[in-house]
């Protein structure tokens, strides 16, 4: 089975930091783009983050710019998401997904894991 799961979330008073973490199952990240989203309450889904698996290369939303950091653990298959200095703004659901290269579409997701960040 073709499956995403995330681990790390939690929460975080503002200033601190976390690790998310996002493994594949089923699949390879060989020939996939990986990326971080987050949806807040009532807000709609965010970019975050981005990793093209094969080469490395890296977006940020300007939001996140200098405070996260998206990285990858080859022999493990897993992509990270290393948050610092997080504010409240950063408070929501946080999930990774895979996009083939060359795909218009992020088509795996993840089940998602809740970040909260309190003042």
């Known amino acids: 089975e073709v499956q995403l799961v995330e681990s790390g979330g939690g929460l975080v008073q503002a200033g601190g930091s976390l690790r998310l973490s996002c493994k594949a199952s089923?699949?390879?990240?060989?020939?996939?783009?990986i990326g971080w989203f987050r949806q807040a309450p009532g807000k709609e889904r965010d970019f975050v983050a981005s990793?093209?698996?094969?080469?490395?290369?890296?977006y940020y939303n300007e939001s996140v710019k200098g405070r996260f950091t998206i990285s990858r653990d080859r022999a493990g298959n897993t992509v990270h998401l290393q948050m610092n200095n997080l504010n409240v703004d950063d408070t929501a659901v946080y999930y990774c997904?895979?996009?083939?290269?060359?795909?218009?579409?992020?088509?795996?997701w993840g089940q998602g894991t809740q970040v909260t960040v309190s003042s």
């Open positions: 089923g699949f390879t990240f060989d020939d996939y783009a």
């Open positions: 990793m093209r698996w094969a080469n490395g290369d890296k």
């Open positions: 997904a895979a996009q083939r290269v060359g795909a218009t579409r992020y088509d795996v």
